[in-house]
Nanobody
């Protein structure tokens, strides 16, 4: 089973930036599509961004377009989420997910493996 580990969360002020990382030791990482999802207290899991196995194709939620960037580095077995101009509405636990089928996907049901999450808190 693929084990994913997220890092990079924290408490920041509105307008600040954070970079989340998700890494694995699995040598098959280059075949997987990857995604980032988030969940705020009392709310359902929300799609944030996804990238194809090659790193060439991306899809973003409307709420983060122009502010967040997802990248995939197969040489390092790592996917990143660069978050700029953070807003209070971005406060949530952020989860990294891997998909054996290497295409991008916006629905959490389409993913096979999940990390344990990293907390992002944005103060206003």
């Amino acid at each position: 089973q693929v084990h994913l580990v997220e890092s990079g969360g924290g408490l920041v002020q509105a307008g600040a930036s954070l970079r989340l990382s998700c890494t694995t030791s699995e040598h098959t990482f280059s075949f997987y599509g990857m995604g980032w999802f988030r969940q705020a207290p009392g709310k359902e899991r929300e799609f944030v961004a996804t990238v194809s196995h090659t790193g060439d194709n991306t899809i973003y939620a409307d709420s983060v377009k122009g502010r967040f960037t997802i990248t995939k580095d197969n040489a390092k077995n790592t996917v990143y989420l660069q978050m700029n101009n953070l807003k209070s509405d971005d406060t949530a636990i952020y989860y990294c997910a891997a998909r054996i089928w290497g295409t991008p996907a916006t629905n959490w049901i389409e993913y096979d493996y999940w990390g344990q999450g990293t907390q992002v808190t944005v103060s206003s």
